[in-house]
């Protein structure tokens, strides 16, 4: 539900094409994707935003080469203190945010169409920032448009509530999906937010996580929750800018090792049932 191919966070005043070798990328990342399609992962949503590293046409050729359904994105990402927000995005109102992101999803990106909005905000201090609140708007005014559901990379769980107030005025909180709401230590947080209608993601998957991702998933499962639960690893990913790409990392921890930790019966409802639900774009 949530992974990277390729991400350059040199920042949105400096990113441009040719920042890197499409071929020594898809040279790296397809062996990734074909590791993930043995277990049966048939199609993997990629969450750069655009000013991110986002390249479509790429992510098409290296998904269609290991016959994974990649799902690219439109939209903007105010996260990391505004360094990947273009200085359009600052001055333009949410009515004029929202018609780009609606005219890529209906013309496609490079001969590609955005299948889901991803944004991203920062924390809440105490309310959304300006730009931050802009963005959840547009998205809303986006989404009602499209019909694509919005994952949104959120600071916290009060960022989360109230980015679910904006959507339950403008559109619907059933298509937002919360990211990174493992970095929420309130089991009570994640519960208000499904309850309210919207996806609670748990990313970030790993070995060093584990026990506190699974605490999440139960305590959702506890409260006749989990089928308002997304996970992913947020893996990856090729690092724009370092020797080789740095250090790519795969994709199928969560397959072979952190399901186990969880009840079979779970394993199709977290990882297909929930998605196409989420997702039905
Ligand atoms: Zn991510």
Not at 122 to 148: F, H
Not at 246 to 263: K, T
Request: glycine share 8%.
């Amino acid at each position: 539900m949530h992974e990277h191919l390729l991400v350059d966070f040199v920042g949105a005043a400096a990113i441009r094409p040719g920042r890197y070798n499409p071929d020594e990328v898809f040279r790296l990342a397809k062996p990734k994707l074909d590791a993930v399609y043995a277990l049966g992962c048939r199609r993997f949503l990629d969450c750069v935003p655009n000013f991110l590293g986002r390249d479509p046409r790429l992510f098409r050729r290296i998904g269609d080469a290991a016959g994974i359904d990649v799902w690219t994105t439109t939209g903007l990402y105010a996260a990391g203190n505004y360094k990947y927000l273009p200085e359009f995005a600052k001055h333009e109102t949410a009515d004029q945010l929202a018609r780009r992101w609606t005219t890529e999803v209906e013309k496609g990106v490079d001969g590609v169409k955005p299948r889901f909005i991803k944004i991203g905000v920062n924390k809440v201090a105490p309310v959304l920032g300006e730009w931050d609140r802009k963005l959840v708007v547009a998205a809303a005014q986006c989404a009602k448009q499209t019909g694509l559901t919005i994952a949104s990379h959120t600071g916290d769980g009060a960022g989360a509530l109230e980015q679910v107030e904006i959507l339950s005025r403008l559109h619907d909180p059933r298509h937002l999906v919360w990211v990174h709401a493992q970095n929420e230590l309130d089991h009570e947080i994640h519960a208000q937010v499904a309850r309210a209608g919207a996806w609670v993601e748990f990313d970030g998957i790993s070995e060093k996580t584990a026990n506190w991702h699974e605490q999440c998933i139960r305590a959702m499962e506890k409260r006749g929750l989990l089928g308002q639960v997304l996970i992913s690893q947020d893996s990856g990913w090729y690092r724009v800018g370092e020797p080789n790409g740095g250090e790519f990392r795969g994709y199928d921890y969560l397959y072979l090792s952190f399901l186990n930790r969880l009840p079979t019966e779970w394993h199709s409802r977290l990882l297909v049932d929930n998605p196409r639900r989420a997702f039905p774009q």
